[in-house]
């Protein structure tokens, strides 16, 4: 599905923000990656995690401020034109991903994890799936943060009634699905992480946590 939306790199672009303006773009990572460090704290000898990297819209800021970032996407057209995209930025890697796991990254490899506005294409046992595999691949300490567009807020509400007016055989692949703050917690706790936080921003749960130094 998104091989087949994102044929060219102005289709991934709308495809990942809404916008292929080279400026809109731009401003949308920066946001992201305001929106990241508020929450979790990158060092410049960190190994950092990408999920759901799209062209690397985000991994192009985090590469700046990290010792390394790799880039997982789904998409074997996202990573091409992520390759393009970041082809000047020599501490990174791209990889194709399954959808569902992390198989190639190996263990207590990665001081951070994080996955931004990709739990709204992903059914709950992904979800689930990936915050274990996260807690796998996190060193001692590790943090791992995610969101979700949040179904208790106004407007999260608001698409779901919408979405629900769609029939089923009619909705498209990659429609928007809520998440609610207690559903990602609960995913968290039982990955077996500690210090989990949490809290809302407009229209999006986040939640955080850590890979135990036990």
């Known amino acids: 599905m998104w091989n087949h939306a994102s044929k060219t790199i102005k289709d991934a672009k709308i495809g990942v923000t809404g916008y292929s303006d080279d400026n809109m773009f731009n401003i949308s990572a920066e946001k992201s990656l305001r929106y990241i460090l508020k929450r979790i704290n990158i060092d410049i000898d960190y190994n950092v995690l ?3 990297c799209g062209i690397g819209r985000i991994g192009k800021e985090i590469s700046k401020i990290c010792c390394h970032w790799t880039g997982l996407d789904a998409s074997t057209k996202m990573i091409s034109f992520a390759k393009d995209y970041l ?3 020599h501490n990174v890697t791209l990889k194709e991903s399954s959808g569902y796991d992390l198989h190639s990254i190996p263990n207590n490899s990665q001081d951070v994890v994080y996955c931004i506005v990709v739990f709204m294409h992903l059914d709950e046992w992904e979800r689930f799936n990936y915050i274990k595999e996260s ?4 060193k001692k300490g590790g943090v791992l943060l995610v969101n979700n567009i949040n179904l208790c807020s106004k407007q999260g509400w608001k698409l779901f ?3 629900c007016e769609i029939k089923p055989n009619e909705r498209p692949l990659n429609i928007s699905k809520t998440s609610t ?3 990602i917690v609960e995913y968290f706790k039982q990955a077996d992480f500690v ?3 949490s ?3 407009n229209l999006w749960v986040a939640v955080s946590g850590s890979k ?3």
């Open 50 to 52: 990408e999920i759901g």
């Open 135 to 138: 807690y796998r691949v996190l």
């Open 195 to 197: 210090d989990i936080k």
């Open 212 to 214: 135990s130094t036990l």
């Open 87 to 89: 082809k000047d930025h």
């Open 199 to 201: 809290d809302f921003e």
């Open 161 to 163: 009634e919408e979405h």
């Open 181 to 183: 703050q207690s559903e």
